[in-house]
């Protein structure tokens, strides 16, 4: 395995059942947190923040679900307008077998949480999501240029208000004839949603994964602190 630096962020090689979905791993001190924080992927960390239980040192992992967000997250009445993208905290010292994870103290800091510009929902109201591990979804206002503001960790996204069913007809009527093929659309994702999902594995990252997938997915060569 070849070495791996402390600062430095590396891709998570994921199975082809997670095909859509990004993921990536990074090493850090809690001395250069305290006084750097942290700028990878769509999260920017601000300096003095801390692990907690503290530690010398732990791993961000980060993940992005791509166009697979809506098939392990929902949000009723709300249809998302960005992927669900997240993040956590783990303990670098641990055992694989114990691998747990740590909390940031934010010491009321907020975590900024940056989007890409979208230009097609300009005149309806955006809301942030913020997922916690507990199954609690988080409502907040979005700010400028897309982002997202947070005390914590977890996963995130952008949404707005579903169309109620006459406006989705209005749509489809004037979509030229391609309201058949939403139609279609939307009953393949509500059946999708509709299976029992569980937390697999990936090295040390746990990723949503459908039940009825028969064999678990291992890395090969995975990173593994």
């Known amino acids: 395995m070849s070495k791996r630096y402390t600062g430095k962020l590396y891709d998570i090689p994921l199975p082809t059942n997670f095909s859509g979905m990004e993921s990536s791993i990074v090493r850090l001190r809690s ?3 305290w006084r750097k924080g942290a700028n990878f992927s769509f999260f920017k960390i601000p300096h003095r923040v801390l692990p907690w239980p503290f530690v010398k040192r732990f791993d961000i992992i980060y993940e992005n679900l791509g166009n697979l967000s809506s098939k392990y997250y929902d949000v009723t009445n709300y249809t998302f307008v960005t992927p669900v993208v997240g993040f956590l905290a783990y303990d670098a010292r641990r055992s694989r077998e114990n691998y747990g994870m740590v909390e940031l103290n934010t010491m009321e800091n907020h975590i900024l949480i940056h989007f890409p510009p979208n230009k097609d929902n300009k005149n309806v109201t955006m ?39 006459e406006e989705e007809e209005e749509e489809e009527e ?3 004839g391609n309201g058949g093929l939403k139609k279609r659309g939307n009953m393949e994702r509500q059946s999708e949603k509709s299976e029992a999902l569980d937390d697999v594995w990936v ?3 746990r990723m949503p994964s459908a039940s009825g997938i028969r064999t678990q997915p291992v890395l090969e060569n995975s990173y593994v602190p």
Request: charged share 10%; proline share 4%.
């Open 127 to 165: 809301k942030c999501v913020r997922f916690v591990k507990n199954g609690t979804i988080e409502f907040s206002n979005v700010t400028m240029n897309n982002t997202c503001m947070s005390r914590g960790q977890g996963h995130f996204a952008i949404v707005v208000p579903s169309l109620k069913p």
């Open 31 to 33: 001395s250069s947190f």
């Open 174 to 176: 004037n979509g030229n």
């Open 203 to 205: 090295g040390n990252s």
